[in-house]
């Protein structure tokens, strides 16, 4: 059952690692043509600015930023402190991580949690972006996406770090 949960979680993280790649690429190919469009405005031929670019920009960044939370947990990747690693006794350290993950998937649930009603929030009133009148709620459900699958993923790491604790599994 584990094996089978690791390839769940693997899948969720990476699938959504390489979808928040494909969004980076498409923000800057974007970005790109909407810097040369502003060159072409002077010679007057007709091509100009995104109209937007700016809030297509946040609004795919935030999604990709997400997107990359689930890879970064299950590769234990975040950033981290292991000033005192190497003098703790290796129960102690296995201990720590295992803190460390339920503390991550506390906060990636709150922080899930509190997306899901801002997007509601966002959905009820209405609002849209200042310039291409993107609706915003759209942005926070890009995002709730990553979101959710950071949840899942640490919700596994949890299991990794008592399995490690207990001896059934090793760091790698």
């Given amino acids: 059952m584990y094996a089978a949960s690791y390839k769940v979680a693997d899948f969720i993280a990476r ?6 790649g494909r969004i980076l690429i498409v923000i800057t190919l974007l970005t790109c043509a909407s810097i040369a469009g502003r060159a072409f405005v002077p010679l007057d031929v007709g091509i100009g600015p995104i109209r937007g670019i700016y809030d297509i920009t946040e609004i795919g960044m935030a999604a990709a930023v997400f997107a990359f939370l689930p890879w970064a947990q299950l590769r234990e990747t975040h950033a981290r402190v292991d000033l005192f690693q190497a003098a703790l006794p290796r129960w102690t350290d296995l201990a720590l991580d295992l803190l460390f993950n339920v503390g991550m998937a506390f906060v990636a649930a709150i922080g899930t949690w509190r997306l899901y009603l801002g997007m509601l929030d966002k959905l009820s009133y209405g609002e849209t972006t200042l310039i291409a009148q993107i609706p915003v709620w759209q942005g926070f459900a890009a995002s709730l ?28």
Avoid at 15 to 20: D, I, P
Avoid at 151 to 159: D, K, N, T, Y
């Fill in 145 to 172: 996406i990553g979101a959710v699958g950071f949840v899942v993923v640490s919700l596994f790491c949890i299991w990794r770090s008592a399995r490690r604790l207990t001896g059934r599994e090793r760091r790698v």
């Fill in 15 to 20: 699938g959504l690692a390489y979808a928040g």
